[in-house]
């Protein structure tokens, strides 16, 4: 890792960060005519990836955590929460194993000049590549003692003692992650298209 500055901090690469594993596998049956999910999700118990052209967010916070999965498998992972962010060309594909082979499923948003908007927004992830940059990030923090972010999310499983980091605003562009589990206090979702494909890898999924 580069060293760090206080103020508009850079790096590429900075797998680190956060969001957008936006768009859940709930949002299917939701508001599919009109783009807009204005309601709590949650999505855990396997693996998916979520790429953005561009990420902008206020309030943010990242703290360790454990994500367990019904199997009661524990997973590490870095939560990454925001108070609100703004997203485009989000797009989220999660590979469902079936008797005929891989299917992925593929939901892309915020690709028709209407970003997609978020509020309270928490992304369990293992690995990010993006271009980040930070203002007015604070390092070593307390986890529970942010005073930026929303704060420790419910019910997870993270020491409010544990090492943070938190920062006025952050923007990442070109990201590219893999996580567990996400949720929002509000999505909104413009230009929300669903596909669904036998098949995996790269051309099926979003990278």
């Known amino acids: 890792m580069q060293s ?3 103020g508009g901090t850079r790096w590429k690469r900075f797998a680190v960060v956060m969001v957008p594993s936006v768009v859940a ?3 299917i049956g939701v508001a599919l005519g009109q783009g807009a999910l204005a309601a709590s999700f949650a999505v855990s118990g396997q693996q998916f990836k979520v790429s953005a052209q561009s990420l902008t967010g206020y309030g943010f916070v990242q703290y360790g955590a454990l994500d367990v999965g019904r199997n009661g498998v524990a997973h590490p992972v870095a939560v990454s929460a925001f108070n609100t962010a703004s997203i485009t060309k989000l797009c989220q594909s999660v590979v469902v194993p079936t008797p005929i082979g891989d299917v992925t499923l593929k939901l892309g948003a915020g690709g028709n000049g209407t970003p997609v908007t978020a509020k309270n927004l928490y992304i369990d992830l293992d690995q990010l590549n993006a271009d980040a940059e930070f203002t007015n990030i604070n390092i ?8 930026k972010g929303p704060g ?3 019910g997870d499983k993270a020491d409010p003692n544990g090492f943070a980091q938190e920062a006025d605003k952050a923007v990442l562009t070109g990201v590219q992650q893999t996580a567990w589990a996400t949720s929002a206090g509000t999505f909104n979702l413009s230009g929300l298209s669903l596909s669904v494909k036998q098949g995996s890898g790269s051309g099926v999924e979003c990278y």
Request: hydrophobic share 45%; net charge positive.
């Open 140 to 147: 070593g923090i307390a986890a529970g003692s942010s005073q």
């Open 25 to 27: 596998t709930a949002a």
């Open 4 to 6: 760090l500055v206080r």
């Open 152 to 154: 420790i999310g419910t």
